[in-house]
């Protein structure tokens, strides 16, 4: 296999990894770790090893997923689906 030919089979991998992305499980993070993880975000872009190393105990790809799940258009649709059916579920019980 060639040099391109290793890049697009390594392209296509990690497209399938994303899409598979859908399943991961929410990370929860303190108010302190997601305000340095912004404030970090915010000054070296998304460098997840860097900001990992100043997140105490998170592993950059951690950092990654959350940023991703706060952020990526698929979570955002699915986070606007929930909350309204969670808002539906509160005035249905509500008027009851």
């Keep these: 296999m060639d040099k391109r030919h290793q890049k697009q089979a390594k392209t296509n ?13 929410f990370i929860n993070m303190s108010e302190q770790e997601e305000d340095l993880i912004y404030r970090m975000h915010k000054l070296v872009g ?12 998170r592993k ?8 991703i799940m706060r952020h990526g258009e698929v979570f ?13 579920d509160n005035n249905n019980n509500s008027s009851s």
């Design 13 to 25: 991998s990690c497209c399938s990894e994303e899409v598979s992305s859908i399943e991961w499980e």
């Design 46 to 57: 998304d460098k997840w090893g860097l900001i990992a190393g100043r997140v105490p105990g």
């Design 60 to 67: 950059a790809e951690e950092i990654e997923r959350f940023w």
């Design 76 to 88: 955002a649709n699915r986070r606007r689906e929930l909350e309204k059916r969670y808002d539906n």
